[in-house]
């Protein structure tokens, strides 16, 4: 059975979001290569890419799960992920969420002084906290998730106030957490975030892990280069050795990547759908998908790269756009691909990640069926949604 990406395409119909699992061995086994310091736990940020296949190949090597809502926890455990290996970051959790978390018993990090303090009286007894270090790196501003106009996590002036909810509930914090942004591709950005951290952490009496969090990237663009691992491995390690030297005892250390083990894994298969061309020379190429089934380009401005898997033709300056009723339904502005025509399958690389976890029915158009290829295995992860059961849902 070919596992060729036009071949998927041509059997599984279009749009099609084809997952590599290969890859994301290759991607997990590159990173805990890189990463020498022992005790080391990873999790994987699952609202990267919940897809079942995928989540299973990531428990296999060893990852745990970091979870930011009860249904990404209910996938972990689904996924078989011991509870103890399943963190839960709350961002403005209500108390049924917290209190759904203590149930199946996984560890709720908490992203404010209100919510450590409510943990405590609703009977959590350990708790991990994310502290702000006002120090944010990411690609767009929507993905800085650290520094003063963010929303998430404790800022660092603000720890000496955890003592007292500790004092106050009996909670105790084991674990101390940072996230600057999404898709950092320097080194030391995430060092200097590190710096903080660790300055923070020394306040807090009972740790048992560091966590310094995701974002790691990968480059979108050939002109990109690749995250140093082994200069952030290095770094970790020297920085973990003198914190716990200083603290008293050895603490694990704790990283959780969603992008850098799932984005390349995944293409967006697409059909041209129709191809026309302004008096002024401007050449739209539509597709049978949009940005309701991958929303980067028009959220963050997202570069992917795009290929024509139907042809090798000479390359013609195009605008691939989407099927979606909005003028930011564009995947690309002025790019150069094998010149494509009716019919053609577009490949839209780099997808593995917040593509379908980020897709939706917008103009009542169904999701897409993903597809997983394991060597010369392809498996189909989840059907193909029909019109007739986008409007099943509402009640008739």
């Known amino acids: 059975m070919s596992t060729a990406p036009l ?8 749009p099609l979001y084809v997952y590599d699992l290969a890859l994301v061995r290759r ?40 979870a930011v809502s009860p249904g990404e926890v209910a996938m972990a455990l689904r996924c078989g992920c011991p509870a103890e290996r399943v963190l839960y970051t709350e961002n403005n959790a209500t108390d049924d ?31 991990a906290v994310r502290i702000n270090p006002d120090v944010g790196a990411a690609e767009h501003a929507h993905t800085l998730t650290a520094g003063p106009l963010t929303k998430f996590g404790i800022h660092h002036s603000q720890t000496a106030a955890i003592a007292s909810i500790e004092a106050d ?19 030391d950005k995430f060092v200097a975030a590190m710096e903080v951290i660790l300055g923070v952490a020394k306040e807090l009496k009972h740790l048992r892990f560091i966590d310094f969090g ?4 990968v480059p979108y663009r050939e002109d990109q280069a690749a995250l140093d691992l082994s200069t952030l491995g290095a770094q970790a390690e020297s920085l973990m050795r003198s914190f716990c030297a200083g603290y008293g005892r050895k603490l694990e250390l704790r990283l959780e990547p969603g992008r850098f083990l799932v984005a390349e894994s995944g293409q967006l298969l697409t059909s041209v759908a129709a191809v026309k061309t302004n008096p002024d020379g401007r050449c739209f190429v539509g597709t049978d998908t949009g940005f309701n089934h991958l929303i980067r380009p028009c959220m963050y401005g997202s570069y992917h790269p ?67 290829v ?18 099943a849902q509402w009640e008739w």
Do not use: W
């Open 306 to 372: 795009i290929a024509n898997l139907s042809s090798t033709a000479a390359p013609k300056v195009v605008d691939v756009v989407g099927n979606v009723c909005e003028s930011g339904d564009v995947f690309a502005r002025d790019r150069a691909i094998a010149e494509p025509k009716l019919g053609d399958v577009l490949a839209i690389g780099f997808a593995g990640a917040y593509g379908m976890s980020m897709a939706s029915t917008y103009n009542l158009r169904p999701l897409p069926a993903e597809v997983v």
């Open 27 to 66: 991607q997990a086994r590159a990173l805990r290569a890189a990463l020498p310091y022992e005790p080391l736990q990873l999790l994987y940020a699952i609202k990267a890419n919940p897809c079942p296949a995928v989540v299973k190949v990531l428990i296999d090597e060893g990852f745990g799960i970091d």
């Open 97 to 127: 969420d917290l209190q759904a978390a203590l149930e199946v018993g996984v560890l709720v990090t908490c992203g404010s002084l209100d919510r450590l303090r409510r943990l405590g009286e609703l009977g959590g007894r350990e708790a």
């Open 169 to 187: 509930t009996g909670i105790r914090v084991i674990g101390a957490h940072m996230h600057i942004g999404s898709n950092v591709l320097e080194a």
């Open 214 to 217: 995701g974002g790691l990237g």
């Open 374 to 391: 394991d060597g010369d295995t392809v498996a189909v992860a989840r059907q193909r949604k029909t019109t007739d059961d986008l409007i």
């Open 7 to 14: 071949d998927l395409a041509q059997r599984f119909g279009t």
